[in-house]
C-alpha cells in the first residue's frame, strides 16, 4: 500500500507534467505564420487536434487539483459518493478519481 505522501508526490509528478504540455501546446498554437490557404488550413487541422489535447490536459489537471485537496483534508482514497475505501489498484490505474470502482 503507497503512502499518503508517495501518491502526492506521484500526483504533483504529473500535474507539473501536463502543465509542461499544456506550456508545449500554448507554444505551437502561438507559433504559426503560415501565408497561402492551404498551409493555414493544415495548421488549422493541427491547432484543433492541439486544443483537443488541451481540454483534455486541463480536465485532469482539475481532477489532480481535486485529488491533492482531498489528500490535504485526509479523505484522498475514499469515495465521494459512497464513502467506502477506494482500491489499490484503482489507484494505481486512476490516482485523481474521487470514485470506487462500483460508484464510477
Not at 485537496?69 to 489498484?89: Q, W
Amino acid at each position: 500500500m503507497k503512502s499518503d505522501a508517495v501518491r502526492k508526490a506521484e500526483l504533483e509528478a504529473r500535474q507539473a507534467d501536463l502543465n509542461a504540455r499544456l506550456a508545449e501546446i500554448d507554444r505551437e498554437l502561438d507559433s504559426h505564420d503560415a501565408k497561402d490557404w492551404e498551409e493555414m488550413a493544415t495548421e488549422r487541422e493541427g491547432d484543433e487536434v492541439l486544443e483537443d489535447l488541451g481540454l483534455s490536459a486541463q480536465s485532469e489537471l482539475r481532477m489532480i487539483d481535486a485529488a491533492l485537496g482531498r489528500l490535504a483534508e485526509g479523505e484522498y482514497g475514499f469515495c465521494t459518493k459512497c464513502g467506502s475505501r477506494i482500491s489499490e489498484e484503482r489507484l494505481d490505474l486512476v490516482p485523481a478519481t474521487p470514485f470506487c470502482r462500483d460508484c464510477a
